[in-house]
């Protein structure tokens, strides 16, 4: 199975920051890298698919970059409702396999 | 629109089956590329992939779990059944289901609300 590594674990930030997450493959993947971002009690929300397309009315604050092994997700401007966890998951070969997430807190 | 529930016992006792079922609306399972998935997490960890059943009835399971796990679709009333066999206390967890429409380029981008399975005696 590929494994997924996210890191930070967990990061503070302020509203207006700009927050990077990065999520790093046990081999390339391609471009097969989704971002998800989940808040307590809800179930996963897809960001972005195939590492920097935009899921459709996700805002444009949010992006995805990288190919093969590291990927990054960026917040240009954090929003209050951004407050949440967020997962990479790879969806090169089966089993797709998510990252550990990182918690994002103000 | 599309939308996904699940449904199943809250509460299994240890070494019971359990079988829960994943109702669809909005898209069909015919539709070629289509892929209905279960994901679960356990209370405060992270997502865990399970099982997928593909359009063409092809089934991929989890690597440590592929012993427990079987996966079926029942076409004519939209619905996808997860079964997992020897339940024990650490398979507590929310269970999803959720949609993606090609294996590789697309993410989960349809969920199910989730459903609490506590295992306990």
């Known amino acids: 199975d590929i494994q997924m590594t996210q890191s930070p674990s967990s990061l503070s930030a302020s509203a207006g920051d700009r927050v990077t997450i990065t999520c790093r493959a046990s081999q390339s993947i391609s471009r097969y890298l989704n971002w998800y971002q989940q808040k307590p009690g809800k179930a996963p929300k897809l960001l972005i698919y195939?590492?920097?397309s935009l899921q459709s009315g996700v805002p444009s604050r949010f992006s995805g970059s990288g190919s093969g092994t590291d990927f990054t997700l960026t917040i240009s401007s954090l929003q209050p409702e951004d407050f949440a966890t967020y997962y990479c998951?790879?969806?090169?070969?089966?089993?797709?396999?998510f990252g550990q997430g990182t918690k994002v807190e103000i | 629109q599309v939308t996904l529930r699940e449904s199943g016992p809250a509460l299994v006792k240890p070494t019971q089956t359990l079988t829960l079922t994943c109702t669809f609306s909005?898209?069909?399972?015919?539709?070629?590329?289509?892929?209905v998935n279960w994901i679960r997490q356990p209370p405060g960890k992270a997502l865990e992939w399970l099982a997928r059943?593909?359009?063409?009835?092809?089934?991929y399971y989890s690597t440590s779990l592929k012993t427990r796990l079987t996966i079926s679709k029942d076409t004519s009333k939209n619905q996808v059944v997860l079964t997992m066999t020897n339940m024990d206390p650490v398979d507590t967890a929310t269970y999803y289901c959720a949609r993606i429409t090609h294996p590789q380029s697309s993410g989960f981008d349809y969920w199910g609300q989730g459903t609490l399975v506590t295992v306990s005696s």
């Open positions: 195939a590492a920097s």
């Open positions: 998951q790879q969806s090169y070969s089966a089993p797709p396999t």
């Open positions: 909005g898209f069909s399972l015919t539709t070629s590329g289509m892929c």
């Open positions: 059943i593909d359009w063409d009835d092809d089934k």
